[in-house]
């Protein structure tokens, strides 16, 4: 049977179940989208490519499955570059199909519209992979190569390119058949080996990061069983549940934490990178272990960054779980006192005393009393970096923000409106600061459109707070950080939202009780000089 490429690309898509496509329609993809809506397609219009690419991966890490970006050459894919960077930097599968000038004229330098002189090597930068489609042939190929990386490498973006003299090239189709890789299982011997040192350790402790997602009953089932204390990376948060006894958190930046992992005889740490945006938030090099560390993680490159391994598995964390939950013994080889060792370092941790910290307290509590099932999704904040050592959660993908990796501006809203669509039965809020939401004003448009009933907290500290700190504690007259926040509540009803305003908790509740009255967007703003002095009192 003959389709086009564009055709087989939409056939292709289905197959691998890919049902969400974010994308802005332009002359170079008419062709991509003449037969979109005769595939079950759900197709989604930000008003920038840069929001395009956050709710592809606010749509993955609430859902663990991969949505694709249609998007145009040029323009559009320098637009969503900064998303793909931060997908990248935190392993987010996200696959973008863009188009690109005719392959005569590729590399020409002719003026073309569009034309970059090589868009395939710009992106390659921010993609696992960027690939050049020459031949309508190769496209199911080229398709199984980057659901091989989701399913089974470490997973980012992957770019595919299309000439747009291909979209409508006729191309002969069998029978669509999609590829299922299963990630890499660990070696015996190596499980071996890592479980006769976690049974004879007498002061262990637990590395959990984003690999382990997956794998919440294993994890917990293994910490327990070592009774080792945990130190989860914030992209594991809820992979232990709500208050389990030796979780402690995000606090590897911590003084009280950094003394657990230094005292720690052997360290096992599996699907996390040890990066400095988890364990080295204050850029010291702080984190040091001395005992013997077990890494696991499905990008062998991985295991040889950050900290050296003693023993390092190439291998998928949740299956390494359940290998060494065999392997150990049933009962304990060592006295360990984990709840012990927790509870000190907790107690010395003292979050809810600490300065910093406190005035953020009550707001978590707040969320947490008024939609305790919440996806909260949060932008590079003064609240978000606060809610990275508080936040519990009772689950794992339900708190996520642009903080770590690549740390951009402007991810909370379009990356909660993702996750929004990824999980329509669960509440989502975004939590912004004032400054970054001004990246991505336009998409409360988006909000708007998709009529659900998401909420997004504006945290107003008028202009960049985190950097004005920063310049006051290095002795830098402050600049380009005062800025003049808009009238949010007229920005609310320009775009058809709902406004409410609360400078302390009891109105944060009360607005946050509202979120279900509408189909439609809630709009919280938080003056943060209020709510500060509101916490004081």
């Known amino acids: 049977?003959?389709?086009?490429?564009?055709?087989?690309?939409?056939?292709?898509?289905?197959?691998?179940?890919?049902?969400?496509?974010?994308?802005?329609?332009?002359?170079?993809?008419?062709?991509?989208?003449?037969?979109?809506?005769?595939?079950?397609?759900?197709?989604?219009?930000?008003?920038?490519?840069?929001?395009?690419?956050?709710?592809?991966?606010?749509?993955?890490?609430?859902?663990?499955?991969?949505?694709?970006?249609?998007?145009?050459?040029?323009?559009?894919?320098?637009?969503?570059?900064?998303?793909?960077?931060?997908?990248?930097?935190?392993?987010?599968?996200?696959?973008?199909?863009?188009?690109?000038?005719?392959?005569?004229?590729?590399?020409?330098?002719?003026?073309?519209l569009h034309e970059l002189p090589n868009q395939q090597q710009t992106l390659s930068g921010v993609s696992v992979f960027s690939h050049t489609l020459h031949d309508p042939a190769a496209l199911p190929e080229i398709i199984a190569r980057a659901f091989a990386v989701f399913q089974g490498a470490r997973p980012g973006p992957v770019h595919i390119e299309i000439p747009i003299d291909l979209f409508d090239a006729p191309v002969d189709v069998g029978e669509v058949r999609p590829i299922e890789v299963f990630p890499p299982a660990p070696a015996p011997q190596a499980v071996a080996r890592a479980a006769k040192w976690l049974s004879q350790a007498s002061r262990p402790l637990v590395l959990l990061g984003g690999g382990c997602v997956a794998a919440s009953d294993a994890a917990r089932a293994l910490v327990d069983r070592l009774q080792a204390p945990a130190l989860t990376t914030i992209n594991a948060k809820g992979v232990l549940g709500r208050d389990h006894p030796l979780d402690l958190g995000a606090t590897m930046s911590l003084p009280a934490a950094r003394r657990l992992a230094a005292e720690a005889d052997v360290v096992l740490a599996l699907g996390t990178e040890l990066g400095e945006t988890d364990y080295d938030l204050v850029f010291d090099e702080g984190f040091a272990l001395t005992g013997r560390l077990i890494r696991v993680d499905i990008d062998p490159e991985q295991l040889g960054r950050n900290q050296r391994a003693d023993?390092?598995?190439?291998?998928?964390?949740?299956?390494?779980?359940?290998?060494?939950?065999?392997?150990?013994?049933?009962?304990?080889?060592?006295?360990?006192?984990?709840?012990?060792?927790?509870?000190?370092?907790?107690?010395?941790?003292?979050?809810?005393?600490?300065?910093?910290?406190?005035?953020?307290?009550?707001?978590y509590a707040t969320l947490d009393a008024a939609l305790p099932e919440a996806i909260i999704v949060?932008?590079?904040?003064?609240?978000?970096?606060?809610?990275?050592?508080?936040?519990?959660?009772?689950?794992?993908?339900?708190?996520?923000?642009?903080?770590?990796?690549?740390?951009?501006?402007?991810?909370?809203?379009?990356?909660?409106?993702?996750?929004?669509?990824?999980?329509?039965?669960?509440?989502?809020?975004?939590?912004?600061?004032?400054?970054?939401?001004?990246?991505?004003?336009?998409?409360?448009?988006?909000?708007?459109?998709?009529?659900?009933?998401?909420?997004l907290l504006i945290w107003n500290n008028q202009g960049y707070d985190e950097i004005r700190r920063y310049m006051a504690m290095n002795e830098v007259d402050k600049l380009g950080v005062d800025l003049t926040a808009p009238h949010f509540e007229a920005l609310a009803q320009a775009f058809d939202c709902r406004y409410r305003a609360a400078g302390e908790p009891a109105t944060l509740e009360r607005a946050l009780g509202e979120l279900y009255e509408a189909a439609s967007p809630l709009v919280i703003e938080i003056d943060a000089l209020s709510w500060m002095n509101a916490i004081a009192e």
């Open 311 to 363: 023993l390092a598995l190439v291998a998928d964390a949740g299956q390494t779980l359940e290998a060494l939950l065999a392997a150990l013994p049933k009962g304990q080889t060592q006295p360990r006192a984990g709840d012990d060792r927790a509870a000190a370092t907790r107690q010395a941790l003292a979050l809810e005393q600490d300065a910093d910290l406190a005035p953020y307290v009550p707001l």
């Open 1 to 112: 049977m003959k389709k086009t490429c564009a055709e087989l690309l939409l056939e292709l898509l289905t197959a691998y179940r890919v049902d969400t496509v974010f994308g802005i329609p332009g002359v170079h993809t008419i062709e991509l989208y003449r037969s979109v809506g005769q595939y079950p397609l759900r197709h989604v219009t930000p008003r920038h490519e840069q929001g395009a690419g956050f709710m592809a991966d606010g749509y993955a890490r609430a859902s663990g499955r991969p949505a694709a970006c249609f998007i145009i050459t040029g323009p559009g894919m320098t637009n969503i570059a900064t998303a793909m960077g931060q997908a990248l930097a935190d392993s987010i599968p996200m696959l973008v199909i863009s188009s690109v000038n005719r392959r005569a004229t590729l590399g020409r330098g002719q003026g073309r």
């Open 378 to 455: 949060g932008d590079s904040t003064g609240p978000v970096y606060a809610g990275n050592f508080l936040v519990a959660r009772a689950a794992p993908r339900c708190y996520f923000n642009a903080a770590t990796g690549y740390g951009t501006l402007g991810y909370g809203l379009p990356a909660a409106l993702g996750a929004a669509i990824a999980c329509p039965e669960r509440p989502v809020v975004a939590l912004v600061g004032d400054g970054g939401l001004q990246f991505v004003l336009g998409e409360l448009a988006t909000a708007r459109d998709l009529a659900q009933p998401v909420a």
